[in-house]
T-cell receptor, first 113, second 117 residues
């Protein structure tokens, strides 16, 4: 089945560690996105990418990094520079040229311990 | 500046009542796209509707309807005869380029709808 797969579903990080969240899609979409959602809050854009080897900062990119080496994959690294990383992270993809709706993964809940 | 505003943080209704969720957006683009998503307690976002800026026709899908008005930059969502299963957080989103040449998808802060039996 086509879709977006995020892993892991739950992730625990010690303070000072970097962690990488995986996002893979088999929808052949050009555009991919990472959002952060805090309890009771909306979705805030971290990074987005419209083509391979190109990505743009969103509204809250500080403390995060991404790569887009393959069309199917858009991993997000939460670095130790991110002061408050505990949140729910959602990855999405869309057909950029046709401006279709974005399809979302099931999310990764990151907790700093 | 906030691009998508959902002023209603939380709404509580009794089953079978009608409810309207407001969405006001801001963009300088002439071509843009608007969306509504539903987020049930499981967390995954469910797509509801997409509308482009050139199509101001209202749309009805079962108990759901959408009212798009460019003159007021609004894209409101109405649920008729609400049901308990409609309880969720609803997000309005805008896709535009904002002069960057790249299209980003921006969400509002969401409206939590609680439908009481």
């Amino acid at each position: 089945d086509g879709g977006i797969t995020q892993s892991p579903k739950y992730l625990f990080r010690k303070e000072g560690q970097n962690v990488t969240l995986s996002c893979e899609q088999n929808l052949n979409h050009d555009a991919m996105y990472w959002y952060r959602q805090d309890p009771g809050q909306g979705l805030r854009l971290i990074y987005y990418s419209q083509i391979v080897n190109d990505f743009q900062k969103g509204d809250i990119a500080e403390g995060y990094s991404v790569s887009r080496e393959k069309k199917e994959s858009f991993p997000l690294t939460v670095t130790s520079a991110q002061k408050n990383p505990t949140a729910f992270y959602l990855c999405a993809s869309s057909d950029y040229r046709r401006n279709t709706e974005a399809f979302f993964g099931q999310g990764t809940r990151l907790t700093v311990v | 500046a906030q691009k998508v505003t959902q002023a209603q943080t939380e709404i509580s209704v009794v089953e079978k009542e009608d409810v309207t969720l407001d969405c006001v957006y801001e963009t300088r683009d002439t071509t843009y796209y608007l969306f509504w998503y539903k987020q049930p307690p499981s967390g995954e976002l469910v797509f509801l509707i997409r509308r482009n800026s050139f199509d101001e026709q209202n749309e009805i899908s079962g108990r759901y309807s959408w009212n798009f008005q460019k003159s007021t930059s609004s894209f409101n969502f109405t649920i008729t005869a609400s049901q308990v299963v409609d309880s969720a957080v609803y997000f309005c989103a805008l896709s535009d380029e904002g002069g960057t040449g790249r299209r980003a998808l921006t969400f509002g802060s969401g409206t939590r709808l609680q439908v009481q039996p």
